[in-house]
């Protein structure tokens, strides 16, 4: 074998070695867990001391939401194509305009409800000391677990 060829085979090891690892460290820190709870709802368990069975309500609602919201944002995009084929037309019909939004607008109102019921079952699922950490984060994020010094 010539000294270039081995070079090469050499070289393209080291490469296909190094996407590996880098493939499995991605999956590491970014993979799923327990019964399909990302990494950032695991990581709020574990800040507000949740019990395995609130960590499946937590898990479970904010899967939920998520979908539902991704299903909006499609749903937002296809308004916007609609919307700009629309105003491409020589004239603007109202009516037409009125029809694709209020459309969206009940879906709209229907995550709202939804959102009001995930909050009512995270609610009961937590403890008082739990919704007072949570309500922490809401209130100020999650950088300022501990005041900062005058």
Not at 64 to 93: C, K, M, N, W
């Amino acid at each position: 074998m010539s000294p270039f060829l081995s070079g090469a085979l050499g070289a393209a090891a080291v490469l296909i070695l190094a996407g590996l690892v880098r493939r499995a460290v991605w999956r590491r820190r970014f993979r799923f867990r327990r019964g399909g709870a990302s990494w950032l709802t695991h990581r709020l368990s574990l800040r507000l001391g949740a019990r395995p069975e609130q960590e499946k309500v937590l898990s479970a609602e904010a899967g939920a939401l998520a979908e539902e919201l991704r299903a909006l944002r499609q749903d937002g995009r296809a308004l916007r194509a609609e919307v700009a084929e629309l105003l491409s037309g020589p004239a603007l019909d109202a009516q037409a305009v009125s029809k694709a939004l209020a459309s969206r607008m009940e879906k709209l109102g229907a995550l709202r409800d939804r959102i009001a019921e995930a909050l009512s079952r995270v609610h009961a699922a937590l403890d008082p000391a739990q919704r007072t950490e949570l309500a922490a984060l809401l209130a100020h994020g999650p950088g300022r677990r501990y005041p900062r010094c005058a």
